[in-house]
């Protein structure tokens, strides 16, 4: 018998995370710790009748070892806890998995402070396509910023390949995170807010007072270039991926404020939609076969 897949799994931190809490309220919505904390597991029914089951948490170093990355012979390294969490993520083993575990969202510190909001020294710009260097700004080649957003990148698609490992014999996709925020004020203002929180947090804050906003057009260029290398990696291993949802973004291509809730992250509107997208590519999907003795 041949039926649509009645079922999907989500993986992973951050965005991942945001989908899941959107899907709180729902009748069915189950929760239960981890032995590896912060993750939690559970899962939840959407309208559409499909049943969601997940492993969804924050990357804690302490806890769940350091992110997965390429050694300098090009070998995947990743942390067996990294495995121990995969493998309790209750699922079919043809269901479609959605996950997020590293993203180019553009705020994070250390090798990807340059894809950030800070406008650090020297005030640099390239030109792409109809998009000549901005008066004023310090020119730099094409090729060395595609050349860089490789480097710093590299490691997220390494989380990417490391998933495809976990999840054999099944479909996965790559959940991308929302476009940046255009506005610099808002920015502003939300770092500010929440720089009382977590130690990251303070450190982006104080990048932001040290450095000012980079213009939107720069760091929107910037995003665009390594999401889409990030994709053609993708599909060289057979993985999918899920973008922002268009009804969520400004003509300019950034997140609109309005499905936001703070500077990198979508609120629930914004998470609902991107699970309006999941479904829709669930129902895309081939028909599976269920043999039964």
């Excluded at 998009?131 to 090729?143: A, D, F, L, N």
């Amino acid at each position: 018998m041949t039926t649509r897949h009645a079922s999907a799994a989500l993986f992973g931190i951050s965005h991942i995370k945001g989908i899941v809490d959107a899907f709180k309220g729902v009748e069915d919505f189950t929760q239960a710790n981890l032995e590896i904390p912060p993750w939690q597991t559970g899962s939840f029914k959407v309208n559409e009748g499909i049943h969601f089951s997940y492993v969804a948490g924050w990357w804690d170093e302490k806890t769940t070892g350091k992110m997965p990355s390429f050694n300098k012979d090009g070998i995947i390294e990743y942390p067996q806890a990294l495995a121990r969490l995969a493998a309790t993520l209750p699922r079919g083993a043809h269901d479609p998995v959605f996950f997020q575990l590293a993203a180019v969202d553009g705020y994070a510190g250390a090798e990807l402070i340059n894809l950030g909001p800070y406008d650090i020294d020297p005030k640099w710009d390239f030109s792409t396509d109809g998009q000549p260097v901005m008066p004023g700004r310090c020119p730099v080649r094409k090729k060395d910023v595609d050349d860089f957003i490789r480097n710093t990148t590299k490691n997220i698609l390494a989380s990417c390949v490391i998933c495809k490992a976990l999840f054999p014999e099944t479909k996965i996709y790559y959940v991308f995170p929302p476009p940046p925020i255009e506005s610099e004020e808002y920015i502003i203002e939300k770092a500010r807010a929440v720089a009382h929180g977590h130690e990251s947090y303070q450190q982006r804050y104080a990048l932001i007072l040290k450095y000012g906003i980079r213009p939107f057009a720069i760091r929107h260029k910037l995003m665009e270039l390594a999401n889409e290398q990030l994709k053609q990696d993708l599909k060289q291993f057979d993985i999918g991926y899920i973008t922002a949802p268009e009804e969520c973004l400004l003509p300019s291509g950034a997140l609109n404020e309005q499905y936001a809730s703070d500077m990198h992250h979508g609120n629930h509107l914004y998470n609902e939609a991107v699970m309006r997208k999941i479904t829709a590519t669930i129902s895309s999907l081939p028909l599976q076969t269920d043999i039964t003795a």
